[in-house]
């Protein structure tokens, strides 16, 4: 399940979606969600699914490491769909006591669960294209004029980026501590739902202590190379808009203005 959690994750590549400027992909991921939010019919939801599945194609990423990144929030998406199905009013198909389900409540479950399913898909597909220093310095420009207004952007982008970066190595320290744990005759599977959460004290508390060792050590070396925040710092690789990303961000606010007039 641990090697199912794709997020935070970057496949290089030489693609269109990868050299994308990172502003014109956070934009278009803005586009997408409202889009998606937007879609309420079987023709707006195929539209969007469609404009993913494009998306997917020309990135190279591949379908397989969306579909798996899916299953760790898959009893989410069933318990959401259940209460969709059971919870709608409408005309009923089918009642057993109190659970009851009707049209509307199938209707609605399945949208439901495919809008949560595409929109996973969709943010995922921007991290496994754009490196955490790119989205840093893409949220960093975005978020600039909040400066203004003392807002500390800089700090916030660099706390995301780290939480990025952090993800697949806590990931895979967690696999250790379980692997650690089992070998010691640690059972996490087995037994109820109490015993199984009570099992999982040994892998936490070696987890968090791990996790603030890390946090102190990262913090020791930037404080040793002088890091004091965004003021009077210079860009490496300076962000330039082209052709291509204002072609992209019309296509996604045409599919925006689509899905807002169907």
């Not at 290089?12 to 994308?20: S, V």
Request: charged share 15%; with cysteine.
């Amino acid at each position: 399940m641990l090697k199912d959690i794709t997020l935070g994750q970057f496949f290089p590549g030489t693609t269109l979606a990868h050299r994308l400027d990172p502003r014109t992909k956070l934009l278009v991921t803005v586009l997408y969600i409202a889009a998606l939010f937007c879609a309420d019919s079987f023709l707006t939801y195929a539209i969007v699914t469609l404009s993913l599945a494009l998306a997917v194609r020309i990135s190279r990423v591949g379908l397989r490491p969306l579909v798996r990144g899916l299953r760790p929030v898959l009893f989410i998406v069933i318990f959401t769909g259940a209460l969709n199905i059971f919870y709608t009013p409408g005309r009923i198909l089918w009642q057993f006591g109190f659970l009851r389900v009707t049209q509307e409540g199938l209707i609605a479950a399945f949208f439901m669960m495919l809008r949560i399913a595409l929109l996973i898909m969709g943010t995922f597909l921007l991290t496994y294209t754009t490196s955490p220093i790119h989205l840093t310095d893409g949220l960093e420009s975005l978020l600039s004029p909040l400066k203004r207004v003392r807002v500390p952007v800089h700090e916030l982008s660099m706390m995301m980026s780290i939480a990025l970066r952090f993800i697949p190595t806590l990931i895979e320290e967690t696999d250790k501590i379980m692997s650690a744990q089992k070998a010691r005759g640690a059972d996490f599977e087995s037994g109820s739902l109490l015993r199984r959460a009570k099992a999982l004290i040994p892998l936490l508390v070696p987890l968090f202590v791990s996790a603030f060792r890390r946090a102190d050590e990262l913090a020791t070396a930037m404080e040793c190379r002088c890091y004091h925040g965004g003021v009077g710092r210079t860009k490496l690789h300076v962000l330039h808009y082209h052709p291509r990303d204002a072609a992209v961000l019309v296509l996604y606010g045409a599919l925006l203005a689509a899905v807002l007039l169907l």
